[in-house]
């Protein structure tokens, strides 16, 4: 499968925990985007990064919010000290550059409830 | 801010039936529109988009038309098909591709 994987598809975590969801890009794509999508409300833009950089992380909350784009490996977005409102579907995306196409590639989500 | 308003769903028809789903948006400049679908178990795909006012996107029989004057992005399709029940995103971009402003979707069921 050559699209955007993300992983875990669902994830359960109690509050205070930790939560890490990862997104491998599509093969050939640098470009790596996190959408949130909270009940009843659209996809909101968290946070757009490159290799080794935040280019964008204008939506993504100030404090427990994470997320890493490594040289090597998946991005990971990481929420410490989860509360109920945390509970979502995190979706990543990834783009080959930025050259205006409007064309994000969309994995199928992480689920993550928090009890 | 920039905001896009999209019929709450689900919307329920039999195949062959014709389709609309209505998308309106808020934006300071001139935004770029788009609609993604979602089918089941997979992750959204672009669907159709439209950079400029009057611009028509199409794409599988889906249509929609970039209405500068009412600021919408009405979804339509003349004669809907079973695997046409997905999850229909309208979204716009008025920063750059990278932050799409999305609705909050609509599903459609196709009934055969």
């Known amino acids: 499968n050559a699209g955007v994987m993300q992983n875990p598809r669902h994830l359960v975590r109690r509050r205070g925990q930790e939560a890490r969801l990862r997104c491998s890009p599509m093969?050939?794509?640098?470009?790596v985007y996190w959408y949130r999508q909270l009940p009843e409300e659209g996809l909101k833009f968290m946070v757009y990064?490159?290799?080794?950089?935040?280019?964008?992380e204008s939506g993504m909350p100030k404090e427990r919010f994470s997320a890493e784009f490594p040289k090597e490996g998946p991005s990971i977005l990481r929420i410490q000290q989860v509360v109920r409102g945390d509970s979502a579907a995190y979706f990543c995306?990834?783009?080959?550059?930025?050259?205006?196409?409007?064309?994000?590639?969309f994995g199928e989500g992480s689920r993550l409830t928090v009890l | 801010g920039d905001s896009v308003t999209q019929m709450e769903g689900p919307v329920t028809l039999s195949e062959e039936a014709f389709l609309t789903i209505n998308c309106t948006y808020t934006?300071?400049?001139?935004?770029?529109l788009f609609w993604y679908v979602q089918y089941p178990g997979e992750g959204l795909q672009l669907l159709l988009k439209?950079?400029?006012?009057?611009d028509k996107g199409s794409n599988k029989g889906f249509e929609a038309t970039y209405r500068k004057e009412t600021t919408s992005f009405h979804l339509e399709k003349g004669s809907v098909q079973v695997s046409d029940s997905a999850v229909y995103f309208c979204?716009?971009?008025?920063?750059?591709?990278?932050?799409?402003?999305f609705g909050t979707g609509t599903r459609l069921l196709v009934s055969p």
């Open positions: 995306a990834s783009s080959r550059g930025t050259e205006y196409t409007g064309e994000l590639f």
């Open positions: 093969k050939g794509h640098s470009h």
């Open positions: 990064l490159q290799k080794e950089n935040i280019i964008d």
């Open positions: 934006a300071t400049g001139y935004p770029s």
């Open positions: 439209a950079t400029k006012a009057d």
């Open positions: 979204a716009l971009s008025d920063q750059g591709f990278q932050k799409l402003v």
